[in-house]
C-alpha cells in the first residue's frame, strides 16, 4: 500500500457534485484532491459525433452500466414490483455526461413537503438558503431560459436566452393556451450563444448521446476546466475500496486502486463522498468496522434507504403536418408547473411537470412502432417527423421499503461488490403518474394531435437516483445534517443525489450542484473546527 501526501479536501466523484464543491473550495485556496472511478470521456467517441450515433448510442454509449459494461462500471440489479432501469455513468462528469441538459430549480414548497402537505420530510433548509447558489451554478454552467416563470419565485435573469422553440413547442404553446393553461420556455444547461470559451449550440438535437461542441453543459466540460485551472488534482481510474477512519473516530482518507491495481491511501483533513444515489451508499456500506458495522455514517440505519426516481413518464402525439422534430435542443420547447403544488381535488400529493420535446429519433421511434415485416416502412414513414413528444416528470415521494443493498453475489473487476435497487411504486406515485399522463394527452389533442400514445408507468427509469443518504436535523432519521455533514463522523460530508430528502417533480442537476457549492462554503466556515 502506497502513501499519499495529505492536502486539505479529499472529494470521491468527480460528478456534477464533486466538480462544483472541487471548484469552489479551490477558488477559496484549499488543496483539493478528487478521486474518480472513471475516465476521460473520448470525445471523438461521443455517440454524436458520428454518423451511426443511434447504434452507438445503445452499445457503448447506453445509459445502463449492464449494458455499457465499461472497465469502470460495476454491476446494478433491480428487484421489487418495480424494477428501476439503472441511467449512471462512471467518468469525469459523472451522470451529467448522458443528460440532456434539462435544468430546472425546486420550488420553496419542494423543501416543506411535511408542513405544507403532511407527506415526506421536511428540509432542514429552505430555498433561501439555497437561491443564491443556484445563482453562481447557472452562470458556472452556462444555463439557457427566460427568468419570470409564473410558477416559480422571483430569480435573477439566466445567462443565455432560451434555445429556439422549434414547431414542435409552437404547437404545444398553441395546445396550452387553447386549455388556458400557462407555458414557459424550458431552462436547459445548453450555451445557446457562445459562452466561456464554448460553442454555441447548433441544434442537432438528441443531446443525451453526447454534444461534440461542449455545448451541453456536461460537469466535464463547464466545472472541471476551471477546477484544474485552479489547481484541482484529479486522479482518475481511482476506484475506491473504502474510507477509512483515524482512531479518534474521524475520516483519515480512504483506500483506492490504481489503475494498475496498487491500492494507495489518501490521506484528508475532510472526506466528501460525492458518488451519486447508488454509489455513495455502496461506498458507505463498503466501509463497514467494528466502529460502524453497518455502513459508514449508518447509526440511522438509513443509508441506502428511501431511494427515490421520480414519477416518470412520456406521451406522444402525432400531427398530419410535418413538424421538423429532429431540428433544436432536445428538451428545449416549452414547459408547465400549473399541476406542481397539491391539489386534494385530484385525489393525491404534490404534482408534476410537463416538458415539451421534439420528436424521436428514427432508430428510436422504428423500436417504438414499426413492426418486423412488410408493415415496417409504413408505420415508420408514417410517423417520422411528424411526432411531438412530452416528458412528464412527478414528484416520488420517499418510502423506507425503496432503497440500495450490496451485492455480494455480482462483483467489478478489483472484486468489489455490486449494488440491487429494490423499488415498489406507491399508490400515491401511481394516482399522480396516470393523472400526469392523462393531462398530456388534454395538451397534445389541444395542440391538433391526431392520435396520443404513452410510455405509461414502466419501466421505471432510474434517471434521478436521490434519497440514500438523505439529509435532516435528527440524527435519528437522517444520515447528514443541513451542512451535509455526516452525523456520525464529524469530518465527513456527503453532497449528491444521495442527500436529497424529497425530490421534488424536475430534473434535480441543478440542485444538485447547488447544495454542493453550498456545502463548499460550509466545509471552508467550518474549516478550523475540521482541521483543514
Known sequence: MIGEPMPDILVIGSGAAGAALSLRLSEKGANVVCLEQGDWVDRSRLPKAHLDWEVRGRRHWAANPNVRRWTSDYPVGSDGENPVDIYMYNAVGGSTIGFAGNYWRLAPSDFRVRSLDGVGVDWPLTYADLAPYYTINEAITGVAGLAG???GPERDPLPLPPAPLG????????????????????????????????????????????????SLSTADVSYWPRALKNGVELRTNARVREIVLAPDGRARGALYYDESGVIREVQAAVVVVACGGLGTPRLLMMSASSRHPDGLANSSGLVGKHLMTHVQSFAVGMFAETVEGWHGTWGGTVSNRQFYETDPARGYARGFIMSGCRGWSPLNLALQVAPWGSG?????????????????CGEDLPEESNRVVLDLEHQDGFGLPGVRTHYTLSDNSKRLGNDMIAHAHQVLRAAGATSVRDFGLSPIWGWHLLGTARMGSDPASSVVDGSNRAHDVGNLFIVDGSSLPTGGGVNPTATIQALALRCADQIWEQRRELGG
Open 149 to 151: 416563470d409564473p410558477c
Open 376 to 392: 415496417h416502412h409504413a408505420a415508420l414513414d408514417a410517423r417520422i417527423n411528424r411526432e411531438v413528444v412530452m416528458y412528464l
Open 167 to 214: 414547431r414542435p413547442g409552437e404547437l404545444l404553446r398553441d395546445g396550452y393556451e387553447k386549455l388556458g393553461w400557462y407555458w414557459w420556455p424550458t431552462e436547459q444547461a445548453i450555451v445557446t450563444a457562445p459562452y466561456a470559451g464554448r460553442a454555441a449550440c447548433d441544434n442537432r438535437g438528441w443531446c443525451g448521446f453526447g454534444c461534440p461542441h461542449a
